[in-house]
């Protein structure tokens, strides 16, 4: 017992040195939260429809012959290095090539719209294949009944086969936009003031790293939970009620319990009439 409250002891200084530390620095922490947050959500929305685009032109079925079959063949050839170089790299390598690059080819880019690419380009390149699984996973039989009342391949998708994909693909998506809060911490070597650059300012300005980071790893605990927690009430949304009624069978015959209910209602209609 006297164990434990000498270790309360000697921590005791740390936890008033975090009150401190929050007292004085929850602007800059909160700034640097509010921007990446901004960047990931940008950033997962516009990955989505860039990995939705590509999944589904990579799910395009390639004709036999035709200026069609080299056209589809360049643009698959051309996703597909996409994909694998920018899922085979380190984000944090892809925005010191794309940010620095841009500067030497005399293109000056803001590093906050250059952080919004970057995140968009990687996640687009993780969606491209999530959603490309997605749409694998919706049965062949949905596709040859739509083709057997006239749809093409657009409308295939539109009406059929995406809502039903991006139902399935939707906790992969979570997870995508969950990974983009925490390796947003990356963009700091392109000088964007998201939270982990903004908690090490506070670091070096009180010479302690242990506070300043342990109220950052508070922060993403809380905005990666919460978003856990929204996208699972969107899921049950989705998903609907567990339990529901059934109004009539499969061949609209009347059950057993249906038919006993008929009958107690006429034989109290008969009663009441032979009252009057």
């Known amino acids: ?42 950033g997962t929305l516009l990955g989505f429809i860039i990995g939705l685009l590509a999944g589904v032109i990579r799910t395009v079925p390639v004709p036999e012959r035709g200026w069609k079959k080299i056209t589809l063949k360049i643009v698959n050839a051309v996703l597909s290095a996409y994909i694998e170089v920018f899922r085979g790299t380190p984000m944090i390598v892809q925005a010191m090539v794309i940010y620095y690059g841009a500067f030497n080819a005399g293109f000056e880019m803001n590093p906050l719209a250059a952080g919004i690419l970057i995140v968009s380009v990687n996640t687009g390149a993780y969606m491209a294949e999530i959603i490309r699984g997605g749409i694998v996973s919706v049965d062949k039989g949905q596709y040859e009944a739509a083709q057997a009342v006239g749809m093409n391949h657009i409308q295939t998708m539109v009406n059929v086969v995406l809502p039903q994909a991006i139902r399935n693909i939707l906790p992969a998506t979570g997870n995508e936009f969950v990974i983009n809060i925490k390796d947003t911490s990356v ?68 059950t057993p319990e249906d038919i006993l209910q008929h009958k107690e209602g006429t034989a109290a209609g008969i009663r009441e009439r032979g009252k009057a």
């Open 1 to 42: 017992m006297e164990g434990i409250w000498k270790l309360i002891a000697e921590h005791l200084p740390s936890v008033g040195k975090i009150v401190k530390i929050i007292a004085k620095y929850w602007p800059m922490f909160l700034r640097g939260a509010g921007i990446t947050l901004y960047i990931s959500i940008l």
């Open 187 to 254: 963009l700091n070597v392109i000088s964007i003031t998201e939270l982990y650059f903004q908690t090490n300012t506070v670091a070096g300005i009180n010479f302690s790293f242990f506070e300043p980071f342990f109220v950052a790893c508070v922060l993403y605990f809380v905005m990666t939970f919460t978003v856990t927690r929204i996208l699972r009430m969107v899921e049950r949304k989705l998903d609907g009620p567990e339990n529901y009624i059934m109004y009539a069978n499969q061949n609209q015959v009347a």
